[in-house]
Structure formats: C-alpha cells, structure tokens
C-alpha cells in the first residue's frame, strides 16, 4: 500500500537518491572526528563574538553591501551577479529556469560534482554525460560533439574540478561557449581560489551564453553560512533570479559574508589559502611515497585525489583513527578525496597512510581584533622569515612593523583599516596590541625558545632594547624625540607601542635611544626590538625544555 504521499508526489522526486554528501555517507562518525571529508576549510572564520543583528526584520533579498562586496570581489558590475544560498542553490536555480522537465537536458563530464546530476534528475532534465579524457583531461572538441543536438540547455564544466582537481584551461571554456551557441555554459569555480586558473568572472559578465558559479564555502571558510553567487550578463541573471525564494539568504548569513569580506580581512585570507596550498603541495609528493597509495593528483583545489591499494583496508583504518574522507569508486577505482585540514590534522591523516612526520608543531598565530576605532589582522609564523607584507596606513609605521619581522626572522602579514581622519594614535597602538597577542599566540607554551634577548647600538644613534618573555608584562623606555611627527606617524608613539608589545606579548621590554635624528632614533629602536626579539623567540637546545627553573612561564 502506498501512502498518499507516495502515490501524490512527483515521480522524479520518488526516484531521487539522497544527495551524495559527506553528511550521508559518514554518518559513523562522531562529532570529534577529523574533517578531511567535505573540501571545507579547516580555519573558522575571522573575528569572534555573537552576531547582534535585528533578525525581527526580514533581510534584503539582495542585499545591497554584499552584492556590491562580492562583485567588487570577483570584478564585474552588480547586476551581473545574484547572491544564491551556496553555489548548490544556484545550480538548482538555474535548472529550474532554464530546463523543462522531460524535454531539456544538461550536459556534465565525468566523474565531476554529483550535485549538477541530482538537481537536473529532481527538475526532470536529461542528463548528457561526456566523460573526460584518460588523465581526467577536458577536451574541448569532444565536449562540443558529445552536446551538440542533444537538446541541452546548461552545459557545466567545474575548473578546478571536484573530485579530480583537474582545472579547465578558460580558452577551452571560450572554445565551448562559442561553438554552442545556443547552449548555456556553466563554469563552476568554486575552488578557483586555490588554483592558478584565471577567473571567467569578467568574460561571463559580458557574454550571452557564460555564467560563473562562485562561493564563499571553500576560500572564505564559510560554508555554514551558505553564501555563494552566479554570474552572467544583466539579462541571464534577471531571468534565473525569477525562480528563487522571495528572501534566499538568512540575515546571520548575510552579516557573516560582510564581515568574511572586510577589506582588512583580505590578507589574512590570501595567507591562509597560501597555507591551505602549500599543505597540499607538501603532502603530495608525501603521500606519493606510501606503498598504500597508487597514485596522487595534484590538482587545484584544497584537496587531493588518491587512488589507494585497498580502499577496504584505508577506510577501516581511517575510520579507526576518526578521521573522514570521501571514497570516490565512480572516479577511479579506490579514489579517494582528501581534503588539506591543518597542519595537525594532516599529520593524522598521513599516520592513516604509513607516514609518522615528527618534529615540532608549527608556531604559527593568526588574530583578528576589531574595535569601533580599528579593523585588524596579522598573521604570523615565528619559524619562516617569509611572507612579509605590513599595512598600516602609515607608511613609516609599516617600515618599522617591517623592520621587526625582517630582523625577528619571522613572517608577519598585517593588515589594519583605522580611524586615520582622526590620527594615527589608535592605530598605531591596535596594530601593537594585534601583533603582541599574535607573538604571545604563536610561542603557546613558550617551550624550548631561549627566553631572553638583547640588542645594542646601531649607526650614530644607539638603541638599546632588552627583553625577558617571561609572560610577565613590563615595560620602561628611556630616549627624547624633538620632531613631534616622522611623515603621518607621531613620534610620541614609540613609547606606546613599545608598552603595548610588553602588555599583549606578555614580555619584560626596556628600550634606551639616543642619537641626533629622529628617523634613525626611531628606526634603531624598532630594529633593535627585531634583533632582541630572534634571540628571545629561537629554539634553543630542548625544544620541550621550558625556560624556567620554575618550570612554568
Ligand atoms: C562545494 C562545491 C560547491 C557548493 O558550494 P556551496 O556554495 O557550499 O553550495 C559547488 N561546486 C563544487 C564543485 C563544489 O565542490
């Protein structure tokens, strides 16, 4: 006996197999299991504190500030591009406005993202699979002939694609896009970001017959929030929008993206996508040495294609250690996509593999601090001496944050949008405290560093700086400015800054400055703190070794 429901219901709806997402497949798993399973990023998002937002208002469909931030994003104008609840929801847009059930078909190549197939199978459209090439190659010509005459109005092609990581060369893209003229083509880029593919954002805002997928789940590590966007020419995107619900995107949704996109973020962004991609470019040629593994691509997502010896054997035991992945058998036989987590969850996913790295953990810190007066964000990593990119919005104060990274030996990304119409005084001070608890962040425990540091005289003016990071702030400064600003930055702030590292670093700093000049007074003290600051922060002997008689820093 059928039920109402049953014998009510759509038939393609019936025949619907539940989505193919790691939800599904790992339902196993607790809740502490390591996530290397759904290509999200493995970083939460900036910034911190409960979002304090009127939601008794109904949002804006489309929300003003965010369309303008996501089109200034991926360059094109704001009516070229609709915000959509995650890129999912855009593909499932753009079905149902553009295929009649039972007469219209997309067209995929195989194996790619299941979702274009699920949403076309749920709206009644056909779908025309053209399998890509031996080595997961997409051949443009062999697309054009296998879509032709098949009554297809969406033709997807995901660059990088999912699961493979393959990306698709954009003139390809073109090559499709003008032959099949009648035809919609659907780049989906949802992990462009960690590529060197260039975007066909601006081509799609200009053309008849191109439309871009985009997200903010991937690169901006907010897939919770379901934020993604389509873009096309004005018209494209007028038409699709039509089939979407009246109010598409949650107000908590819409805030987390504005704040995910601020512009003072947007360092810290691109720092932590090059972490995501210099992880995945040094656990290839790791996991390539394991004798469980067949083989590894290394495409242009944030994960890797595996394809393993025993996928029976590498599941039980990766079930064994907690850790999810997706296995990936309609790929390649034993496929397997495994997402780049951190450093700490990568280093249990290589233990699944046969591969124990030893050594120590990585000193890294990356913090956010936003008040009404400044926007902040550094990231650091106390163990490699690049990248070294500081902006203030004072440019003698980006020398000196500069000059203490340079002579600290350690990379400092930092970013600060600050009430510069008033002065330079919050700034420069925020900018203090931001890097001081990301110093403080990164030594953790403060294990195995030498602890004390000196630096002496530099030039014709002498700075002297001596610090003990003991956890215990203090501070003294001894030295006289005569000019009261060098360019934007008011000489006055030394003294400041120099209590602002000691309180948020945690550290016991005096600084003595003598000299003539005030540039080069200025200038020594920041270097010298550099130079004090290596010696105090650098592994010394015992990396466990606590440097303390008390045994407790
Ligand atoms: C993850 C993913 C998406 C969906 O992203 P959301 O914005 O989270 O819906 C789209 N396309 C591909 C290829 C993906 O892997």
Redesign the pocket.
């Known amino acids: 006996m059928s039920t109402l429901a049953a014998r009510l219901a759509r038939p393609e709806v019936l025949q619907l197999s539940p989505f193919d997402i790691s939800a599904n497949a790992n339902v196993e798993f607790g809740p502490n299991a390591i996530k290397l399973d759904a ?1 999200e990023n493995p970083f939460a998002p900036l910034g911190d504190g409960p979002l304090a937002v009127n939601v008794n208002r109904y949002p804006e469909p489309q929300p003003r500030g965010l369309v303008a931030a996501m089109a200034a994003l991926y360059g094109v104008d704001s009516d070229r591009l609709v915000i959509t609840r ?4 855009a593909i499932d847009m753009l079905l149902r406005a553009f295929c009649r059930p039972q007469v219209d078909a997309i067209a995929i190549s195989s194996p790619t ?1 299941t ?1 274009y197939q699920h949403f076309a199978n749920l709206q009644g459209a056909r779908v025309v699979d053209v399998p890509l090439g031996p080595n997961f190659d997409f051949g443009a010509e062999r697309f054009i002939a296998g879509v032709r005459g098949q009554g297809v109005k969406l033709a997807f092609i ?1 660059s990088p694609n ?1 699961p493979t990581g393959n990306e698709v060369d954009p003139a390809a893209v073109l090559r499709v896009a003008d032959a099949l003229d009648e035809v919609i083509v659907v780049v ?1 880029e ?2 462009l970001e960690f590529s060197s593919t260039p975007s066909l954002a601006i081509a799609a805002s200009a053309r008849p017959n191109l439309v871009v ?1 985009k ?1 903010l ?2 690169a901006y590590g907010l ?1 919770g929030a ?1 934020v ?1 966007a389509a873009i096309g020419n004005a018209d494209l995107i007028a038409i699709a929008s039509r089939v979407l619900p009246p109010y598409p995107l949650p107000t908590l949704s819409i805030e987390a993206a504005l704040a995910a996109l601020n512009p003072a973020r947007r360092a810290l962004h691109e720092e932590r996508i090059n972490r995501i991609k210099s992880e995945r470019d040094r656990l290839a040629p790791l996991l390539a040495t394991s004798p469980l593994i067949r083989s590894v691509r290394n495409g242009g997502g944030n994960f890797l294609f595996l394809e393993v010896e025993d996928p029976e054997a590498r599941a039980s035991e990766l079930r064994r250690l907690g850790i999810r992945v997706r296995f990936r058998p309609q790929a390649a036989p034993g496929g397997l996509r495994l997402t780049i987590g951190t450093e700490a969850e990568n280093a249990a996913a290589l233990s699944a593999f046969g591969i124990n790295e030893r050594g120590n953990c990585a000193r890294k810190a990356d913090v956010v601090r936003e008040t009404k007066e400044t926007s902040i964000a550094v990231a650091i990593d106390l163990d490699s001496p690049s990248p070294r990119r500081v902006h203030t919005g004072i440019p003698f104060y980006d020398h000196m944050l500069d000059q203490v990274a340079a002579h600290g030996g350690f990379s400092l990304v930092l970013e600060c949008d600050g009430d510069l119409e008033i002065d330079a005084h919050h700034s420069v001070e925020d900018c203090a405290i931001t890097l001081g608890t990301a110093l403080s962040n990164a030594l953790g425990e403060r294990r195995g560093i030498g602890r004390f540091g000196f630096a002496l005289p530099m030039d014709e003016a002498e700075a002297q700086v001596l610090i003990d990071v003991s956890g215990r702030p203090f501070s003294r400064f001894e030295g006289q400015f005569s000019a009261s600003h060098i360019g934007d930055y008011p000489t006055e702030m030394t003294e400041h800054v120099f209590r602002s590292f000691a309180d948020s670093l945690g550290a016991a700093i005096h600084v003595r400055v003598e000299g003539d000049n005030d540039h080069h007074k200025t200038e020594a003290c920041f270097k010298a703190f550099g130079r004090a600051l290596r010696q105090a922060i650098r592994f010394d002997g015992d990396a466990q070794a606590l440097p303390s008689t008390k045994g407790v820093l």
């Not at 995650?86 to 929801?89: F, P, R, S, T, Y």
């Open positions: 290509n995650g890129a999912d929801d993202f979702a995901c999912n989906d949802a992990y997928l997200t789940s991937k897939a379901r993604g």
